[in-house]
């Protein structure tokens, strides 16, 4: 099993950047692809970006495409999310997710393990 920590979240401007971090206990992260994903209120949850085991391959969500970047460092058994010119559209609850295979997915039910999440308010 892994257990997930998002941190990072805050209350930022249009234009502006944060990064968001997803700790995970274990020994075996390597062994998990990762996924972010957010859900505002009343819509319902949607796929962010995911990366690989390895960091080798990612895929975003077109709305982030271009903006977000995720990446991660094995041996800090940690995924980020570095998002770059924000936009309002963009506030929302973030989870990280994991899933116990080598590829990512763009799918939520393709993981196994969730975080609680971590707020991102994006003001015009």
């Known amino acids: 099993q892994v257990q997930l920590v998002e941190s990072g979240g805050g209350l930022v401007q249009a234009g502006d950047s944060l990064r968001l971090s997803c700790a995970a206990s274990?020994?075996?992260?390597?062994?998990?692809?990762m996924g972010w994903f957010r859900q505002s209120p009343g819509k319902e949850r949607e796929f962010v970006a995911t990366?690989?085991?390895?960091?080798?391959?990612?895929y975003y969500a077109d709305s982030v495409k271009g903006r977000f970047t995720i990446f991660r460092d094995n041996a800090k058994n940690t995924v980020y999310l570095q998002m770059n010119s924000l936009k309002p559209g963009d506030t929302a609850v973030y989870c990280c997710?994991?899933?116990?295979?080598?590829?990512?997915?763009?799918?939520?039910?393709?993981?196994?393990?969730w975080g609680q999440g971590t707020q991102v308010a994006v003001s015009s």
């Open positions: 997710a994991a899933r116990r295979a080598y590829a990512g997915a763009s799918s939520g039910g393709a993981y196994g393990y």
């Open positions: 274990g020994r075996t992260f390597s062994s998990y692809a």
């Open positions: 990366i690989n085991w390895s960091g080798g391959s990612t």
